[in-house]
């Protein structure tokens, strides 16, 4: 079973990573690697998630497609909700069984948050 790995940022991606970085992070050694070979080795172990906290200084393009999460810098005190909802969704289980009834605003926002993230044949998902 893969485990959840959500990144958070609010600047555009940047086409190289550290490679320290992603040693200290997955104990692999790498001599230069791009932001999407990291990004397709971390999706061996991981169902990979981008959070993207909007901004109008910058045209943030989609770091994981299909699995990239859209919010506003005001939204970021939503972010365990987010979180919670689409691991539930990737585990077929109802949100509301862990976060009880939210009130209407919330789920606005969550919904709003995840309609462009696909969740890759969930046919039965439960909807918040």
């Given at each position: ?56 200084y ?31 969704k ?39």
């Amino acid at each position: 079973m893969k485990r959840y790995a959500f990144t958070i940022g609010d600047e555009p991606v940047h086409s190289e990573i550290r490679t320290s970085t992603f040693k200290k992070v997955f104990n692999e050694d790498h001599e230069r690697m791009s932001t999407k070979d990291a990004q397709k080795i971390c999706e061996k172990t991981y169902n990979l998630f981008h959070i993207v906290i909007d901004s109008p200084y910058y045209n943030v393009t989609s770091v994981v497609p299909n699995r990239t999460i859209h919010i506003s810098k005001q939204e970021v005190g939503y972010l365990p909700e987010i979180i919670i909802t689409v691991i539930c969704k990737l585990e077929h289980k109802n949100p509301a069984d862990i976060l009880g009834d939210l009130d209407k605003k919330t789920l606005d926002i969550v919904n709003r948050s995840l309609k462009t993230v696909q969740f890759d044949n969930y046919e039965d998902v439960i909807e918040v």
